[in-house]
């Protein structure tokens, strides 16, 4: 594993792109202000998808090296320049991103996160914020995974000039990608995951939708009132995009 320092969250983002060209999972962390810097690299690495998929020897489909951005916002701005609420920029970047709402799930949704990156070829995001970053709390962690040791050596007269060079028109194919085949992917990946959850009475006729660490105080409210055997509520891992399914099958008898 290399742990890296980069002189500037655009370098960190390039840097991330040219790991998954190697066929390295990589992930990148910064914090809101930083996505702006970023967004540039993070935008073209997204687009280009660089690196040759493998076939897994389980489902037998084609995965990607993953590439996981992890950013920290801060609402209140009590530590960084300006309140921040990345998620918009995320959308416009065409990144997805998880949203855990406690510490257990920050450390697992990381692994997930990857997996759905993996999978989607997509860079994918990972949203929290001050309450979590500045917080704490005990974790269950799993068994340890090894890391391959091995060196990648690059040959760049065999790299897909299309694929890697986001100048027109190999922006336009990359475009028509994204829309028509790797998003709609993406939300087939996040779909068979089910990684949204559903609590309180499943037959209640008043519902609420709820992500992040509002999921937390929601839920906290409606326990602390006794109430919410009498309702039913969605945690939301991922805002963006949203499983439909999931979304129109709880919304149904409301």
């Known amino acids: 594993i290399r742990v890296v320092i980069g002189n500037s969250e655009a370098n960190a983002a390039a840097m991330a792109s040219g790991a998954k060209q190697a066929g390295r999972d990589v992930c990148v962390a910064m914090k809101s202000m930083g996505v702006h810097v970023a967004s540039d690299a993070l935008s073209v690495g997204n687009f280009a ?50 949203e855990p709402s406690n510490p257990q799930e920050l450390k697992d949704w990381m692994k997930f996160a990857l997996e759905i990156s993996k999978r989607s070829s997509i860079y994918q995001g990972v949203l929290l914020n001050t309450f979590i970053a500045e917080g704490g709390g005990r974790v269950q ?27 027109p028109p190999n922006s336009l194919v ?54 919410i055997g009498d309702i039913k509520l969605l945690k939301v891992a991922c805002s963006f995009p ?8 709880f919304c149904h008898d409301l």
């Open 141 to 167: 962690i799993g068994d340890e995974v090894e890391v391959s040791k091995d060196l990648v050596s690059l040959d760049t007269s065999e790299f897909n000039l299309q694929k890697n060079v986001m100048v």
């Open 49 to 98: 998808n660089p690196a040759k998929p493998k076939i897994d020897p389980i489902r037998g489909d084609e995965v990607y090296p993953g590439v996981v951005i992890v950013v920290g916002d801060d609402p209140w701005s009590q530590s960084t320049s300006t309140p921040a609420d990345s998620r918009y920029l995320f959308k416009h970047l065409h990144i997805p991103f998880l």
């Open 174 to 227: 990359a475009d028509r990608a994204m829309i028509q085949e790797r998003f709609p992917k993406l939300k087939q990946v996040l779909a068979d995951m089910s990684l949204d959850k559903e609590f309180g009475d499943t037959q209640a006729k008043i519902g609420f939708v709820s992500a992040g660490v509002v999921f937390e105080s929601l839920k906290e409210v409606l326990e602390t009132t006794k109430i």
């Open 242 to 249: 949203l499983v439909d399914s999931r979304i129109e099958s």
